[in-house]
């Protein structure tokens, strides 16, 4: 049982305190990841620190879900790409 954390709502409603409000969720907790910045493809850019998420993913146990949440169809393949740069560095 866990939960799969939508990283941008966590953002939108923490901002400032995004970190540390991050922080306090139980690594075993988290079960996957819904990857996308306003349902579009993330950027290193944004004001998500998606490559402090991304560290995380490796210290966590079993399967771990990747859920790049895209609207636009002919833009998944970018979040894929994305989330697969951030995994395997």
């Given at each position: 049982?866990?939960?799969?954390?939508?990283?941008?709502?966590?953002y939108?409603?923490?901002?400032?305190?995004?970190?540390?409000?991050?922080?306090?969720?139980p690594?075993?907790?988290?079960?996957?990841?819904?990857?996308?910045?306003?349902?579009?493809?993330?950027?290193?850019?944004?004001?998500?620190?998606?490559?402090?998420?991304?560290?995380?993913?490796p210290?966590?146990?079993?399967?771990?879900?990747?859920?790049?949440?895209?609207?636009?169809?002919?833009?998944?393949?970018?979040?894929?790409?994305?989330?697969?740069?951030?995994?395997?560095?």
């Amino acid at each position: 049982m866990g939960i799969v954390l939508d990283v941008q709502q966590l953002y939108t409603v923490t901002k400032k305190n995004f970190l540390r409000e991050f922080e306090m969720i139980p690594i075993e907790a988290l079960k996957g990841f819904h990857i996308h910045s306003k349902h579009r493809v993330p950027d290193l850019s944004n004001e998500i620190p998606w490559e402090f998420v991304f560290d995380r993913i490796p210290n966590m146990d079993g399967n771990i879900i990747i859920n790049p949440e895209i609207h636009h169809k002919n833009k998944v393949k970018d979040a894929i790409k994305f989330c697969e740069e951030r995994l395997h560095g």
